[in-house]
């Protein structure tokens, strides 16, 4: 088998970024509820939730150990996107609502990227065998799909008034 040091830091750098994606996205569907972003936003939510999930069930699986710190960093990171989305900083809702989804869409993506590269590598570790990593691509390619026209509808409403 394989040394997993390099593996170790990869899951770890991913799931403190699911930390921050997670958080993010309850937040959207939270604000954007009523609106006809919202069902999208909220089964997001839910997806991207079990995601983080599935990806820390395989870092036990694994053995691998969670960095307490990178998760800290996950969250805090979060924490600061949504100072920097703030209405203090960016008060064009339309501009604020494209940069929230555009940074969604953004981390749907290193997801996507995470499932593919696993799958890149799952004869070397036996443990990513049993991880539907073709079920987690298509998920997280039908979430970015989900909500592509919800921004690129923001990006029609903030960039051309």
């Given at each position: 088998?394989a040394s997993t040091e390099g593996l170790e830091t990869y899951l770890n750098d991913h799931l403190a970024g699911?930390?921050?994606?997670?958080?993010?996205?309850?937040?959207?569907?939270?604000?954007?509820?009523?609106?006809?972003?919202?069902?999208?936003?909220?089964?997001?939510?839910?997806?991207?939730?079990?995601?983080?999930?599935?990806?820390?069930?395989?870092?036990?699986?694994?053995?691998?150990?969670?960095?307490?710190?990178?998760?800290?960093?996950?969250?805090?990171?979060?924490?600061?996107?949504?100072?920097?989305?703030?209405?203090?900083?960016?008060?064009?809702?339309?501009?604020?609502?494209?940069?929230?989804?555009?940074?969604?869409?953004?981390?749907?993506?290193?997801?996507?990227?995470?499932?593919?590269?696993?799958?890149?590598?799952?004869?070397?570790?036996?443990?990513?065998?049993?991880?539907?990593?073709?079920?987690?691509?298509?998920?997280?390619e039908h979430q970015r799909a989900m909500l592509e026209d919800h921004r690129l509808a923001a990006a029609r409403?903030?960039?051309?008034?």
């Amino acid at each position: 088998m394989a040394s997993t040091e390099g593996l170790e830091t990869y899951l770890n750098d991913h799931l403190a970024g699911s930390v921050t994606g997670s958080e993010l996205a309850d937040k959207l569907a939270e604000v954007h509820a009523s609106s006809v972003a919202g069902p999208v936003l909220s089964e997001l939510a839910r997806e991207i939730m079990r995601d983080r999930m599935t990806l820390a069930e395989l870092m036990d699986r694994m053995g691998i150990e969670k960095s307490t710190v990178k998760q800290a960093s996950g969250w805090v990171g979060e924490k600061v996107t949504r100072l920097k989305l703030s209405d203090v900083v960016i008060s064009d809702q339309n501009l604020k609502q494209l940069l929230e989804f555009e940074t969604l869409s953004l981390g749907i993506e290193g997801k996507r990227s995470l499932w593919r590269a696993l799958r890149e590598v799952r004869e070397v570790y036996p443990e990513l065998i049993a991880t539907d990593l073709d079920g987690l691509v298509e998920r997280a390619e039908h979430q970015r799909a989900m909500l592509e026209d919800h921004r690129l509808a923001a990006a029609r409403r903030s960039l051309s008034s």
